[in-house]
C-alpha cells in the first residue's frame, strides 16, 4: 500500500529535524584516542564523502546541509581510531577561505556547500553553507564566490534572511 504524499513528507521532516539532536548524543560519545572507525560508522552512518589526507589517514565529512548548520569532520589515525573530531562551519574557518584557493580546497575545509550557483553574467560560482547566525531565528548563509574564468575563491560574503 502506497501512504499518502503528505505522510511521507512529515515522516521525513520528523527525521530530518531529529537529526541535529542525534548528532550531538552521538559526537559526544565520540572520544580521540579511543572510538574506532567501526563505532563512529555505527554511531553516525556513512560519511557523506572520504577525505583522503596526504599521510594516509582519513576524513569522513559529514554533512547536515542543505538544511542543517553544521558539518562534522572526523579524523582517524592510521591505526584506525579517531584522532579529531571538528565542526568545520565556524568563524576561524570562513576566515581561512582566501582568495586563489581552489574548490577542492574550500570543499576540504568546509564540506560540501548547501547550493551552488553560476552567474554567467558575473562570471562567478557561488557556493552556500547555511550556518548559526546571530540571532539565531534569522537564516545566515557564508558564501564563497569563484571566477568561472580560472576556477578560483574570488571573495567571501555572508547573507541573511530576516524571520518573524
Not at 552521538?26 to 579511543?34: A, D, V
Not at 572507525?37 to 554533512?63: C, K, L
Not at 553544521?70 to 565542526?87: A, L, N, P, R, W
Not at 539565531?136 to 576556477?151: A, C, K, L, R
Request: net charge negative; aromatic share 8%.
Amino acid at each position: 500500500m502506497k501512504l499518502p504524499t503528505w505522510i511521507t513528507a512529515a515522516a521525513t521532516a520528523i527525521v530530518a529535524a531529529a537529526l541535529p539532536a542525534c548528532d550531538y548524543v552521538n559526537l559526544q560519545e565520540i572520544k580521540p584516542g579511543l572510538t574506532t572507525q567501526a563505532e563512529v560508522r555505527q554511531r553516525m552512518g556513512e560519511p557523506s564523502f572520504i577525505h583522503w589526507n596526504d599521510d594516509g589517514t582519513a576524513t569522513w565529512e559529514y554533512n547536515r546541509q542543505p538544511s542543517g548548520t553544521e558539518c562534522h569532520m572526523i579524523t582517524f589515525g592510521t591505526d584506525h581510531v579517531v584522532s579529531k573530531v571538528e565542526q568545520v562551519l565556524n568563524d576561524a574557518r570562513y576566515a581561512s577561505i582566501l582568495p586563489g584557493m581552489s574548490k577542492d580546497d574550500v570543499r576540504r575545509r568546509l564540506g560540501a556547500p548547501g547550493s551552488k550557483s553560476v552567474f554567467d553574467n558575473l562570471r562567478e560560482e557561488i557556493w552556500e553553507w547555511r550556518i548559526e547566525g546571530l540571532p539565531p531565528m534569522d537564516e545566515t548563509y557564508f558564501m564563497v564566490h569563484f571566477d568561472t574564468g580560472h576556477g578560483a575563491v574570488s571573495k567571501t560574503s555572508k547573507r541573511v534572511v530576516q524571520r518573524g
